[in-house]
């Protein structure tokens, strides 16, 4: 019997059965099946993510008024809230429109008609103007991780009982409240601020731009080849996105550079 000691036993196996290996699974948190599964606030919307700083107000944006309803341009020039989107919709042609930076605190919106918008004597928001004037800036306000628009009558924006875009009100109040939603691109920055793209020399900072930008119609990397010293002093002077843009524009291969 004390050979049958020293035999290993383990799962039987026939001629010509491949063995497989183990693998060790991490342990799994037990998750409540009643809990409901989180989903990013920006598919939520169709791509459109919700600004949080003044700097991320520019071109395209839509006002979301209330949850999945923005604000929307009527072609009479005036404004009212939309009808509400289904979870993963983004906002109508209608309901996007342009946003400007004037100066540090504020901006011009433009719809899609082509027009300017401002708040009248009695209190309307309205998209008739041509150019931008005094009555055409629009402050954005952020506190408390809540934001309000404020017209040139120094009034914030809500909608009335028939669904209008007003500026009636001076103090900003829970149906003051609404986002600001957009859909360009947001840039990736590791934890010391710099922008992935930045990371590395300075051959590997021209691919991630060449590889984030080309238009890849022949599915072939266009790298400028010509001498970097330029680049070096790019880098210097704080000039380096404007020199790595020129140099792709020679290549004649990136999709916002005119040729």
Request: aromatic residues 6%.
């Amino acid at each position: 019997m004390a050979e049958y000691t020293g035999v290993r036993i383990g799962k039987l196996r026939l001629k010509g059965e491949k063995s497989r290996k183990k693998h060790k699974h991490k342990k799994k948190e037990h998750k409540d099946d009643n809990e409901p599964e989180q989903i990013d606030d920006s598919e939520e919307h169709g791509g459109w993510w919700t600004v949080k700083t003044f700097d991320d107000i520019t071109g395209s944006i839509a006002v979301e008024m209330s949850p999945y309803c923005y604000l929307k341009a009527l072609d009479n020039g005036l404004f009212n809230v939309g009808a509400p989107h289904s979870p993963g919709e983004g906002p109508s042609p209608e309901e996007i429109i342009t946003a400007m930076r004037i100066n540090d605190t504020h901006i011009a919106l433009k719809s899609g008609y082509g027009k300017y918008l401002k708040v009248t004597a009695e209190g309307m928001v309205v998209g008739r103007s041509d150019a931008i004037g005094g009555m055409e800036h629009w402050e954005p306000v952020f506190q408390a991780g809540k934001m309000a628009i404020s017209g040139s009558n120094n009034c914030f924006i809500s909608c009335n009982e028939d669904d209008e875009i007003v500026a009636l009100d001076k103090v900003a109040a829970p149906q003051h409240m609404i986002k600001i939603r957009s859909n360009a691109e947001r840039e990736i920055k590791t934890k010391d601020g710099t922008a992935e793209e930045d990371k590395g020399n300075l051959h590997r900072c021209e691919i991630n731009y060449v590889k984030k930008f080309q238009s890849f119609q022949d599915r072939r990397l266009r790298v400028n080849e010509g001498d970097r010293e330029n680049l070096k002093r790019a880098r210097e002077d704080g000039s380096l996105h404007e020199e790595l843009l020129d140099r792709r524009s020679k290549m004649k291969a990136d999709r916002y550079c005119k040729v």
